[in-house]
Structures are given as C-alpha cells and as structure tokens.
C-alpha cells in the first residue's frame, strides 16, 4: 500500500496525475487526509480523502507520497502522522517520494543527508544535508524528489518503476500519448 497524503493547500496536480497513474499501473494507493475527510487544494479543488491518518497500515505500507503546494506542505509537516509515517519508511527502506515543496519535510526531518534531492526552486535551503543535482526529478536510494508540478509525468514514471518495473512505467505513461519520459 502506498499512502498518498493530502492537507490543505496542496498542489492538485502533483497529488491527482499521480495517483491516476500509480492506480493504472495496478498499485494499491489510498489518499490519507491529514486536515479532514475533504482536503481542499491551493487551487480550491476539494477531494475526499479514502482515510484518516488513524486508519493507515503501516506494517503493509509501501511507501509514501507527499504533493506540494502551500500551504500544503506546512499542514503535512506540522502532523505527526505524517511525520510518523515518513520516518518508517526511512528506517524501513520504503519509498519516500516528495515533489514541488513537499522534499522540504524531508529537509527538515534531517532525512536528506548525502541524499541527491531537489524541490520547487526557491526551497533549496530547507533541504538540508542534500546533494545538489540539475535533475528535474531524482531518485536516490528510496527517495524520488521532483520540482514541481510540470514534472509529474516523469515523476509518477519513476514512482511506478520503483515499485513495479521500468517497463510497466514505460506501458502506463505511453498509454496516456506523453512520450517524453525517463
């Protein structure tokens, strides 16, 4: 299970193309709202979310998945659960992927050191410890960060490899006509 978490003032396109993909590849994703039942976006989308916090499965959890946005980003850092949830997959080796502003969490979790990471330009401050890159989306390890929200395609392509194959990556984002991947 890969948990997808949405609190208010995320990005929509960074959290809904994602997820669209990621369940067209066949992977088991639930959106968790940290702000409530019904999250609304920074552009004044509002989704309901499948689950609170309370009911995530961490001990069948995959990885997470935390869009950006503001302030977005600052609503999944201030929760625990969040918190929570990303520091298992750390320790566990899961995967972490964060994309726009959302790899400052991981910055300021201490997570990122010796790490290749990027964010939406202008955040690069907060991600402490990290290794620059020029990469629009980056995986190191079990982290894959993005800069924003025109790299979704590339992003949910690298999301999709780590936890199926490069080839179903490949298949699910042809399918939708974008040729420009990976």
């Known amino acids: ?104 969490v991981l910055g300021r979790m201490g997570l990122l050191n010796g790490k290749k990471a990027v964010c939406f330009p202008g955040f690069e401050s907060e991600l402490l410890g990290r290794v620059e890159c020029s990469e629009s989306v980056v995986r190191d390890e079990n982290i894959i960060t993005a800069k924003g929200a025109g790299c979704v395609f590339p992003f949910s392509a690298k999301i999709i490899s780590a936890l199926k194959s490069r080839e179903e990556a490949d298949r699910v984002i042809g399918s939708i006509q974008y040729t420009d991947i990976l």
């Open 1 to 104: 299970m890969l948990y997808l978490f949405l609190a208010d003032g995320f990005e929509e396109t960074e959290a809904m193309v994602p997820l669209d993909l990621m369940r067209r590849a066949g992977i088991p994703v639930l959106t968790v709202g940290v702000t409530g039942e019904t999250v609304t976006g920074s552009h004044g989308i509002s989704i309901k979310a499948d689950i609170h916090p309370d009911e995530m499965d961490l001990s069948d959890c995959d990885g997470v998945f935390l869009p950006g946005g503001m302030p977005g980003t600052e609503n999944l850092y201030a929760d625990v659960s969040v918190r929570d949830a990303v520091s298992f997959c750390f320790e566990n080796n899961k995967l972490i992927a964060c994309i726009c502003a959302a790899p400052i």
